[in-house]
């Protein structure tokens, strides 16, 4: 079994990015930013933003480093711009102007590419430990199949965490909604600064 799958290397990319993803924590973000929509259009959502997230998780892992290599972009210059569209997103849905009725289908779909499936989902961090993963390997199949199965699995527990808001939408009401997208805003922004200090402390870690 462990000439097909590394055991060791699946159990830490998997439970790294469960942490960094963070599904259970994922649902009042989702929720605040979907409170206009309709439960089949949340449901398109989840899944359009599953697929974005693990389209860009996957396009990182093999080719990240190569890109930011060629465009001579660090990667706390890639945590800072997640960070600074983190804030911008925090403060819609403190302000609730994510809330506000959508004209169109077509913003849902935009939303659930951006920001759900990135850089909420497929973020800053998630993007660097897959990529440290992919370095830190011997580049065998095992170790492949090993970071692949992960990423998956926790792009698995993301869109049941998604895909099951509605139900916690129905318990909460419109009201219990809105004083939770209020609180993952909050929780957003304080992550989004988190971001940006890392970033600043790698700079300057770089520069000495």
């Known amino acids: 079994m462990s000439e097909v799958l590394d055991v060791r290397l699946f159990t830490s990319v998997f439970v790294t990015l469960f942490v960094i993803m963070d599904p259970p924590g994922t649902v009042p973000i989702f929720l605040g930013l979907t ?3 309709t439960a089949r259009q949340r449901n398109r959502a989840a899944r359009q933003a599953i697929l974005v997230a693990f389209g860009v998780i996957v396009a990182f892992a093999l080719f990240g480093q190569s890109l ?9 210059a890639l945590q800072a711009a997640g960070g600074l569209l983190l ?3 925090a403060m819609e849905l403190l302000t609730g102007k994510a809330e506000e009725p959508r004209p169109s289908a077509s913003t849902s779909v935009n939303v659930a590419m951006v920001p759900l499936g990135t850089p909420l989902l497929a973020g800053p961090g998630a993007i660097v430990a897959t990529m440290v993963f992919v370095k830190q390997g011997d580049g065998g199949f095992s170790d492949w199949f ?3 199965l992960a990423v998956i699995a926790v792009h698995l527990c993301l869109y049941l965490a998604m895909r099951f808001a509605s139900v916690v939408h129905r318990v909460l009401g419109e009201s219990g909604t809105t004083l939770v997208s209020r609180i993952a805003g909050l929780l957003l922004a304080a992550i989004a600064v988190q971001l940006l200090a890392d970033a600043v402390f790698a700079f300057i870690d770089a520069r000495g």
Request: proline letters at 6%; glycine letters at 0%.
């Open 68 to 76: 930011l290599n060629y465009l001579h972009i660090s990667l706390p």
């Open 35 to 37: 409170s206009a929509m």
């Open 146 to 148: 090993a970071i692949l």
């Open 87 to 89: 804030l911008f997103i």
